[in-house]
């Protein structure tokens, strides 16, 4: 059975966390003992249309990602489909579910009418960098962050 | 006298075009003869508040950037400050405009409780990283797009 792409809800909030503590970045970032912050951030992304937050279901939650939709003037009112804190459980690795995932996103920013698919991934994620090549993004830009915490 | 930063309205889209338009990679990517396309993004970037569009105001426009929040999950349910679509106009550059701009942006963030600032800017501009890195923003990871269009 192949897993299935659903809309996030708030039961799924706990398994989320659990994907994004599962990596050699997000282990030291998250906490998985509270759930407070995450289930209010769930609630304020599930309350706005320009965001969808989903999992993909295969029984147990084996992935996520956040696509939201951003308005903006330049290239002539473009809007931009931005993907974040996309994730694969490790156990459930090599079986495409990456692809299906970011797959999703692209239809889905086209359905909604975006221009183009954007997202950054960290400088030391190499493999994710070919991974997403190999699915048509282009490493055109540089990004940059500012901690304010 | 100091130029004031004021929230963008819908008389100010033809010359945040012109701005954007007066820039290498702009120039080809813009189209000043219809702001047909351009007004409909005001329109929906101004009817959200996770949006907040604004001019630099000299008498003129000056300057412009988007800044979005962005709830997710991911850092213990962190909002992210995503900075969009910086110009200064081009006589007017090397009067610390952009750094006035992007301070803004930083404050405004910091007041609405974002727990980072991130942006994205294509790898030719490497000015636009050395200004990004005096204040302070880390050249962390990689920018990737897929165009729709």
């Known amino acids: 059975m192949t897993p299935r792409i659903r809309r996030a809800t708030r039961d799924d909030v706990a398994a989320i966390v659990g994907l994004l503590a599962d990596d ?41 990602l956040q696509l939201t939709l951003l308005p903006g003037l330049s290239r002539q009112g473009a809007t931009r489909a931005q993907v974040e804190a996309v994730r694969v459980t490790s156990t459930h690795r090599g079986q495409k579910l ?11 920013a086209r359905r909604r009418g975006a221009d183009v698919v954007q997202l950054t991934t960290d400088a030391s994620r190499t493999d994710a960098h070919r991974f997403y090549e190999r ?14 915490v």
């Open 24 to 64: 050699p970045l997000g282990a030291a970032r998250e906490d998985t003992g509270d759930l407070t912050a995450y289930l209010s951030a769930f609630d304020r992304i599930d309350a706005d249309p320009a965001h969808a937050l989903v999992v993909l279901d295969d029984g147990v939650v084996v992935g996520t």
């Open 98 to 108: 990456g692809e299906l995932l970011v797959q999703w996103a692209v239809d889905e």
């Open 135 to 148: 699915l048509g993004f282009v490493a055109s830009h540089v990004g940059m962050k500012l901690s304010l």
